[in-house]
């Protein structure tokens, strides 16, 4: 069974552009969410997604937004990069309805210029 | 106040031997769920053990296996015969909410760096 894959797994980009990232769960998986990962924050709960609705959200401004396709596949996506959004983005999937597990992908290592 | 504690530093473990990473946490919602990541420095989190609040038993998953102590809020991660693979960062993670209830949002510690020596 194929695991979670992210796409791209890095990416520069400029301060002031925009990103997307792609994320693809496990197949038969309803639920993904992201997460960021830093240095001085660790790791933080962005939002999550299931079937194709956003279901909750973190404390990030309205520049991160996502959302996810009838296949599950999710894309998350940062407007005006900051210089701080510059972090390891992962994405994590589970069944969505009993949760035992999430299984992560190996994430985008994002750096913003 | 943080949810998930992990205040140990570097921890250091001789191969073969046994280590206990600890993990405190804080909720008052009466179901949760405890999960510990191990990340190496490729940085994919690798999902290790769960824990659910009304667990009777400790779980167990081949090497590791948890130490659950609910009147204490903590649940210690414990890696028996320590291998040299098993050198990188380990979180302790909570889900807060009842197994069906529609969250998955996991609440993670500060992580923790095991070294494994030779």
């Known amino acids: 069974k194929a695991g979670v894959t992210q796409t791209p797994r890095y990416l520069i980009k400029t301060r002031g552009q925009q990103v997307t990232l792609s994320c693809s769960p496990i197949?038969?998986?309803?639920?993904v969410s992201w997460y960021q990962q830093t240095p001085g924050q660790g790791l933080q709960f962005l939002f999550e997604?299931?079937?194709?609705?956003?279901?909750n959200k973190g404390n990030f401004p309205g520049r991160f937004s996502g959302r996810q396709f009838s296949n599950s596949r999710s894309e998350m996506n940062v407007s005006t990069l900051e210089l701080g959004d510059s972090a390891l983005y992962l994405c994590?999937?589970?069944?969505?309805?009993?949760?035992?597990?999430?299984?992560f992908g190996p994430g985008t290592r994002l750096t913003v210029t | 106040a943080q949810k998930i504690t992990q205040t140990q530093p570097g921890m250091f473990v001789q191969e073969k031997e046994a280590v206990t990473l600890d993990c405190t946490y804080d909720?008052?919602?009466?179901?949760?769920?405890l999960f510990w990541y191990k990340q190496p420095s490729s940085g994919e989190m690798i999902f290790l053990i769960y824990?659910?609040?009304?667990?009777?038993q400790n779980a167990t998953e081949g090497r590791y296996s948890l130490n659950f102590q609910k009147a204490r809020k903590s649940a210690n991660l414990v890696i028996s015969a320590s291998q040299l693979g098993d050198s990188a960062m380990y979180f302790c993670?909570?889900?807060?909410?009842?197994?069906?209830?529609?969250?998955?949002?996991?609440?993670f510690g500060k992580g923790i760096t095991l070294s494994v020596r030779p």
């Open positions: 994590a999937s589970s069944l969505g309805r009993v949760i035992y597990e999430q299984y």
């Open positions: 197949s038969g998986h309803r639920s």
């Open positions: 997604y299931f079937s194709e609705t956003q279901r």
């Open positions: 909720t008052s919602d009466p179901s949760y769920g």
């Open positions: 824990q659910g609040s009304y667990d009777q």
């Open positions: 993670a909570m889900r807060e909410g009842a197994t069906g209830e529609a969250n998955s949002k996991l609440t």
